[in-house]
């Protein structure tokens, strides 16, 4: 993982939760610093155990560049739970889906023909289903996912099978932030 690639992921990272905090009108009373066992832990959560046995794992630091706890050796990259967030929100993805959050967080254009799959087994924090860059619940369509896998940067056709209400059963199958250049795939798993 390039360093520029790190550094924007953390940026991304730290605004999205400063961002759904607001939205969940919390704010996080300061709690001790994790270490990086424990942050290790809680990254590997995300994945099943044969991708996090093999996964980097990375954690965001206050300066929103981005520290190493470990190396990989399988192309996939884990990222520990964000404290700050209402719900838990580890994450694990393959090479092609940090590209693809790496241009949803700078407001890019996603790579073509970089199809990615991000992993997020502990669950993800509430979002807006609709619109990638809210930072209120207020009328944009606040979800609430349970453990799930994200197909990212497919070809439109490829999501056009799939429901994409704006008020989806986020137990089945759905699109989230249909109709944007980030638009994807939401897959519960049970």
Request: hydrophobic letters at 45%.
């Amino acid at each position: 993982m390039s360093r520029s690639h790190v550094t924007l992921l953390a940026a991304g990272l730290a605004l999205a939760s400063l961002s759904l905090t607001t939205a969940a009108g919390k704010t996080a009373a300061k709690r001790p610093a994790a270490s990086d066992q424990q942050l290790i832990d809680s990254a590997l959560r995300a994945a099943p155990r044969a991708v996090a046995a093999h996964a980097a794992v990375a954690a965001a630091q206050p300066d929103g560049s981005m520290r190493t706890l470990r190396k990989g050796s399988n192309g996939f990259t884990c990222l520990p739970d964000e404290p700050d967030t209402p719900g838990p929100d580890p994450m694990c993805m393959d090479a092609s889906a940090l590209a693809w959050a790496n241009a949803w967080m700078g407001h890019k254009a996603p790579p073509a023909g970089k199809v990615g799959l991000m992993y997020m087994l502990a669950g993800g924090t509430d979002a807006s289903n609709t619109d990638p860059y809210a930072k209120t619940a207020a009328g944009n369509h606040w979800i609430k996912t349970g453990p799930h896998v994200m197909v990212v940067g497919a070809d439109p056709a490829f999501y056009a099978m799939y429901p994409k209400q704006a008020d989806p059963d986020t137990g089945a199958p759905y699109v989230m932030w249909a109709g944007t250049p980030y638009q994807h795939l939401m897959v519960p798993v049970h």
